[in-house]
């Protein structure tokens, strides 16, 4: 399609001949341009927000205490259950430790057999203090 068909005249010579086509507005003019700023005024207040925030916190905080509590006496449970059984764990290590030192007085008077003077299982140091064994095994080569 040429330009004389658009502009109905045909036969132009020049650019100049043609008329002036011009874009408008339309008929009663554009909408207004909205341009101010517009902030909405919908949503929670700031205090709205505040004790909001100030609630979970209080609450999560009490869940903490509870939590405490709880653990407290968890806590304390453990500690009266092990002290109730310490006597018989006592008990038992000082049994395992007259065997072993039975076995080790055995031992050292095999040795020492020949040994004018020596007495089996008195101490070679002379404190005057006694001392608890150590536990543990007391001479590992000893069977």
Same mark, same amino acid.
């Given at each position: 399609?040429? @330009?004389?068909?658009?502009? =109905? +005249? ?19 003019? /554009? ?7 517009? &902030? ?7 205090? *709205?927000? /505040?004790?909001?925030? /100030?609630?979970?916190?209080? %609450? ?5 205490? +509870? ?10 449970? =453990?500690?009266? *259950?092990? $002290? ?6 006592? *008990?038992?290590?000082?049994?395992? /430790?007259? =065997? @072993? %030192?039975?076995?080790?007085?055995? @031992?050292? *008077?095999? &040795? ?5 003077? !020596? ?6 140091? $002379? $404190?005057?203090? !006694? ?5 543990? @095994?007391?001479?590992?080569?000893? !069977?």
């Amino acid at each position: 399609m040429t @330009e004389a068909m658009v502009r =109905k +005249k045909p036969g132009m010579a020049s650019v100049k001949d043609m008329p002036l086509l011009q874009d408008g507005p339309p008929p009663g003019g /554009f909408a207004p341009v909205r341009y101010a700023r517009r &902030i909405p005024n919908s949503g929670p207040s700031a205090t *709205a927000i /505040f004790l909001t925030a /100030f609630g979970a916190f209080a %609450w999560g905080m009490y869940q903490v205490g +509870k939590g405490n509590e709880i653990r407290r006496a968890i806590k304390e449970e =453990k500690l009266a *259950a092990r $002290s109730a059984i310490v006597p018989i764990l006592q *008990a038992e290590e000082d049994e395992r /430790f007259v =065997k @072993e %030192w039975n076995k080790y007085l055995d @031992e050292e *008077a095999r &040795i020492m057999k020949d040994v004018p003077g !020596w007495k089996v299982g008195e101490s070679v140091y $002379s $404190s005057g203090k !006694w001392m608890p064994p150590a536990t543990g @095994e007391l001479r590992p080569d000893v !069977w």
